[in-house]
T-cell receptor, first 113, second 111 residues
């Protein structure tokens, strides 16, 4: 099946630890995205990547880092510098053309205590 | 960061009623997307719109791309209990890969 996978579904970490969230897509999409969603809120863009080895900061990039070494993969690291890391993280991808649909993975709920 | 103005924030309706929600922005978009999100899940794409004035249907759902390219609306006809969820609009900024999301409309359907 074609789609976007995120793992794990639930993740628990202690404060002060870095944690990496996985995102893989087999849709052959060029662009990939990371969003953060807080309870009762909309989606806020963390980082996005249009092509391999290139990425841009979104609206709330502080305390996060990404890499795009392969077209299929766009992992997100939540660093200890992120002040409020507990949230629902969503990965998405979209096709090559500028006017194209964006599809989401199932999300990872990160809880930091 | 930028966000679209989406209204209403929430709706409580009776089963069988029609629903309408909309998004407006000061920015011009070249694509409008409408999503439904269930609790704890990723948003699911419902409808995509690519041209100003375009009207597109997907079953009981109908969406339109505003003629000014700054707004869009979504209608749901004859609502059923499984329509419950949060509906988001998203606009793709012209000339970029970046999408801006609405704040969401929470829909509750009373049987």
């Amino acid at each position: 099946d074609g789609g976007i996978t995120q793992s794990p579904k639930y993740l628990f970490r202690k404060e002060g630890q870095n944690v990496t969230l996985s995102c893989e897509q087999n849709l052959n999409h060029d662009a990939m995205y990371w969003y953060r969603q807080d309870p009762g809120q909309g989606l806020r863009l963390i980082y996005y990547s249009q092509i391999v080895n290139d990425f841009q900061k979104g609206d709330i990039a502080e305390g996060y880092s990404v890499s795009r070494e392969k077209k299929e993969s766009f992992p997100l690291t939540v660093t200890s510098a992120q002040k409020n890391p507990t949230a629902f993280y969503l990965c998405a991808s979209s096709g090559a053309e500028l006017s194209y649909e964006q599809y989401f993975g199932p999300g990872t709920r990160l809880t930091v205590t | 960061g930028q966000q679209l103005n989406q209204s209403p924030q929430s709706m409580f309706i009776q089963e069988g009623e029609d629903v309408s929600m909309n998004c407006t922005s000061s920015s011009i978009f070249n694509t409008w997307l409408w999503y439904k999100q269930d609790p704890g899940e990723g948003p699911v794409l419902l409808i995509a719109l690519y041209k100003a004035g375009e009207l597109t249907s997907n079953g009981r759902l109908t969406a339109q791309f505003g003629i000014t390219r700054k707004d869009s609306f979504l209608n749901i006809s004859a609502s059923i209990p499984s329509d419950v969820g949060i509906y988001f609009c998203a606009g793709q900024l012209e000339g970029t890969y970046k999408y801006i999301f609405g704040t969401g409309t929470r829909l509750k359907v009373l049987a």
